[in-house]
């Protein structure tokens, strides 16, 4: 509760207002899938000739700070390639080449609470070896919760490198402990051609813009 007093020609009227105030901050370090000016300052070499961020655990594994890159490789994309969904940067979880993971872990949760997840996902829409008109496939996962992996699954349709049509999608979980390790995880294309396989693969789900908070209706502590 806060108490305003105002003082006007001597007389004291006083407004009690009860306000409350519901933190809603992303539980996410780095959600935006960003990359910092003073990264590129400390390793030149992060980008390549073509402004790209190739990425895999074994090079370039810090490029997203707050995230582990796992599986084959991930590109991690700035808009002057194509338009991410906010920010400057985005991801593409198949990347050069091969099936590629991010992952955090998110600690401080309450167990039994229920959170919700909300990320932009688009297809890339590259014709690479004639990729351009295969479904690219999302799986989402999150530890110590009671979510089932969930897929996700995309063409790119009409989207173009500057016009990537972002879509909105979310998953809810509730979790069983106090942390739990969300991973966004490529899996293979659906519809290429014969000759690709999950190691010459290079266009797949797009990412970026991920914010995970209490859902909707969850009792928060009042500032």
Known sequence: MRKIFLVMGGVVLCAFFVVLKFAHANLLINGDLEVTSGQLLVDPILLSSDNLIYALFTVHSDALIGWTIGGASIDVIPTSYWTSATGSYSVD????PGLGSISQTVTGLTSGTAYTLTFAFAANPENYDLEAGSTKILQVSVSNSDLS???FSATAGSATD?????IS???????SATSVTLTMEALMSTGLPGTFTVANTYCGPAIDSLDLEPSAGNPQTPE
């Open 149 to 151: 992996p969930t897929t």
């Open 93 to 96: 979880l198949i990347g050069t």
């Open 169 to 175: 999608e979310s998953v809810n979980f509730t979790a």
């Open 162 to 166: 500057l016009n990537m049509n972002w």
